[in-house]
């Protein structure tokens, strides 16, 4: 209803990086509304409510939060899928063991167990808790990286990640106003360099025409905290520690802030509103007058500094019996420009994301030509870059905007809806979108993408409440180091998944193999049990807690939940054969040259020894074999022995200690079983044994290891 020099904080709401003027009359909606959950940086303002709980921004973002979602993980489908394959295979290879058996007249006690033992332990029991442990594990490296992971789930879609939808504010910037120029007429120059004389003489007289360093209210407009600061950084500081005589402070009305300080009227504000009170001007040093033509150029110089994404702000001088709220016949000395800057790790994080092909969108509220600038400055915005506007999202119908988002980079003056139609419609395109951000405005489009990131430092708690990770540290580049783990999740989980399952099947195998050539069963129940108990659990858990192999994004594939369809399937029915087949050769071999007793010891070692040689195998990041995967084998290394050994468990199982023969099939089949894995896994083998079109797609999504 009324204001006076009225400006709001809007950031949180809107992302807009600048407090934003208000006034009942002029300018936009928006600039005639004070929203729920805004701060007052400056003035005062009469209003009166027109909406209130749900009807609020603030409102209606907590009712768009309040959703559960109930939707199963592309993990948990595709689990579910793989078992749904097997467990007939199981079924079947337990029903040819037990046919098999009435036709030898076993004795139907001795045969049911084996035939239920050997169902029971092929299929994978502990399948749901690799997963967890495998989330777990992630979650626990990446809080050493300062990255909260507040949902496991989350873990999986990390590595499906190929697009991420950046809040400019706040995360890709440093979330504050700082100086950032500082010109005259002649020159300009960053403030983290070298100034000239005259360029330190413009940024004091700036500092000056703000409040004093120790006054009260010297913190109470984010625009002077910046060049004061600004100015301490340059060297300037002592220079501004002197009395001000006379001061006027800044008003949206006049739109600048008078300082009499030094026996000089100093004088900072709008370059609209300070130019046409110019009479002087300074160029090359000199001091000369300042006409109408010269007015138009000094305008067109602030315009052309805006249009970097700068708000550039006048800065004059004039005698000190000046009037302060009607200054005229002012010198203009330059421009100082305030923005949000880029945090120093965003250029290499973006070239990283990139090189992995993870498209990062910057969205952000502020303006277009504030957007291109920052867009420009990370690296993200080329010569096929497309910059969309809020307005433009709005208009477009979904096809028009499904389209037009596979070539936008920068999408800029969004609002909380135009962000989730976004994350819906990269959605529909098939992408797994991650969303960072830290304000409130971001808190529905962070639960509506695959993987919401908030940032922890600068972050609003509505942000954090609902983000799947949260960057503790507002780091971007965090996310990268995210990004990685993800991927190298679902890497390790097709890896534990093929050990677990493969092995299963091979253990099955072995039992279903004897039995077509009609011999005696290899394995006792008892002795399925314990090969269970030291293969399962131990080998495959250890394999899905690996670090990544290297901290190279773009050294991983983005595999995803295509990693457990057909890799895992060639992958499992791999290790299967590799696993049954030298143990079946030693059992064949054992029975023609010893006992049955050492033949089923001897096949009972070599079937857990192929699928331990093969997790040390596949047991190797950065080079060198990790300790969870060393540890795990030498466990399980050690229970065998001990079943082997220890007198009184090799009598309960019916084992026997092999003689040399045997061990010499033991430790040869384990090699054979590295071996042939790595020979039928290598894209050369994939090329001599498939026609052409079919191997180049199957050595796309069967990597060796």
């Not at 991927?487 to 399952?501: F, M, V």
Request: hydrophobic content about 45%; overall charge negative.
């Amino acid at each position: 209803m009324s204001s006076h020099g009225l400006e709001v904080d809007e950031a949180a709401l809107t992302g807009e990086s600048v407090p934003v003027s208000k006034a009942p009359a002029g300018g936009t909606d928006a600039s005639r509304i004070v929203m729920e959950g805004s701060d007052v940086t400056t003035g005062t303002g009469h209003a009166v409510v027109v909406a209130v709980g749900r009807q609020t921004r603030m409102g209606a973002t907590a009712a768009a939060l309040s959703a559960d979602e109930l939707e199963q993980s592309p993990l948990g489908v595709r689990l579910n899928r793989m078992l749904r394959v097997l467990l007939p295979l199981y079924i079947g290879g337990g029903g040819i063991v037990l046919a098999s058996g009435f036709l030898r007249r076993i004795p139907l006690a001795s045969l049911l167990a084996i035939g239920m033992t050997t169902i029971l332990a092929a299929i994978p029991e502990g399948l749901p808790l690799l997963a967890s442990v495998g989330e777990a594990g992630v979650a626990r490296r990446l809080s050493d990286q300062d990255a909260v992971v507040r949902r496991l789930s989350a873990v999986e879609a990390l590595g499906r990640v190929d697009v991420a939808c950046a809040d400019k504010t706040g995360t890709l910037t440093k979330g504050q106003l700082a100086l950032s120029m500082v010109a005259d007429y002649d020159q300009e120059a960053k403030v983290a360099g070298e100034l000239s004389t005259d360029l330190r003489h413009v940024l004091v007289t700036a500092a000056l025409a703000s409040p004093h360093p120790s006054a009260q209210d010297a913190k109470a407009h984010p625009t002077d905290v910046a060049i004061i600061q600004g100015a301490v950084d340059a060297g300037l500081g002592e220079q501004l520690h002197v009395k001000h005589v006379a001061e006027l402070p800044f008003d949206p009305v006049r739109s600048f802030h008078a300082t009499v300080a030094q026996e000089y009227l100093c004088v900072k504000g709008a370059p609209e509103a300070l130019i046409p009170r110019c009479s002087w001007m300074f160029e090359h040093g000199e001091k000369r007058p300042l006409d109408e033509h010269g007015q138009h150029e000094w305008l067109d110089l602030s315009r052309r500094l805006a249009e970097r994404g700068l708000r550039v702000l006048m800065v004059a001088e004039g005698p000190p019996d000046t009037s302060l709220d009607n200054p005229r016949g002012l010198t203009a000395l330059g421009f100082v420009g305030i923005s949000d800057p880029l945090r120093p790790d965003v250029q290499a994080a973006v070239h990283r994301c990139r090189e992995a092909g993870v498209r990062v969108i910057m969205i952000t509220g502020d303006h277009p030509a504030t957007a291109r600038t920052i867009a420009q400055e990370a690296g993200l915005l080329d010569k096929d870059g497309e910059v969309l506007t809020g307005a433009e999202v709005l208009e477009l119908q979904n096809s028009e905007l499904d389209e037009r988002l596979e070539h936008a980079v920068v999408i800029a003056r969004t609002t909380p809806l135009d962000k989730l139609r976004i994350i819906e419609s990269l959605q529909r395109r098939g992408h797994t979108v991650a969303m960072t951000g830290d304000g409130v405005n971001d808190a529905p489009a962070l639960r509506l993408a695959d993987v919401g990131v908030a940032m922890g430092r600068g972050g609003t708690e509505v942000a954090r409440q609902v983000a799947d990770v949260v960057l503790v540290d507002d780091d971007f580049s965090t996310l990268v180091e995210a990004l990685i783990e993800g991927r190298s999740y679902w890497r390790n989980i097709r890896r534990a998944l093929g050990l677990l399952l493969g092995g299963n099947l091979g253990e099955l195998g072995l039992v279903v193999g004897a039995s077509l050539l009609g011999l005696n069963f290899p394995l006792t129940a008892r002795q399925i049990l314990s090969m269970n108990v030291i293969t399962d659990l131990l080998p495959a858990t250890a394999v899905a807690l690996q670090q990544p192999e290297h901290h190279s994004l773009a050294g991983l594939d983005r595999e995803g939940a295509a990693a457990l369809g057909t890799p895992l399937r060639n992958e499992i029915f791999r290790r299967a054969i590799i696993s049954a087949g030298p143990a079946l050769v030693s059992y064949l071999l054992m029975l023609g040259a010893s006992t049955l007793p050492e033949a089923r010891s001897v096949a009972y070692a070599s079937i857990i020894a192929t699928q331990l040689a093969q997790t040390l195998d596949v047991g190797r990041a950065e080079g060198r074999l990790t300790r969870s995967v060393f540890g795990a084998v030498a466990g399980s290394t050690g229970m065998l022995i001990a079943t082997l050994g220890v007198p009184p468990l090799r009598t309960f199982l019916n084992l026997v200690m092999p003689g040399p023969l045997g061990w010499t099939l033991i430790g040869g089949g384990a090699l054979l079983a590295v071996v042939l894995n790595r020979v039928l896994a290598s894209p050369a083998f994939v090329h001599l044994a498939l026609p052409q079109p079919l191997a180049s797609r199957v050595a796309l999504l069967n990597p060796v290891q």
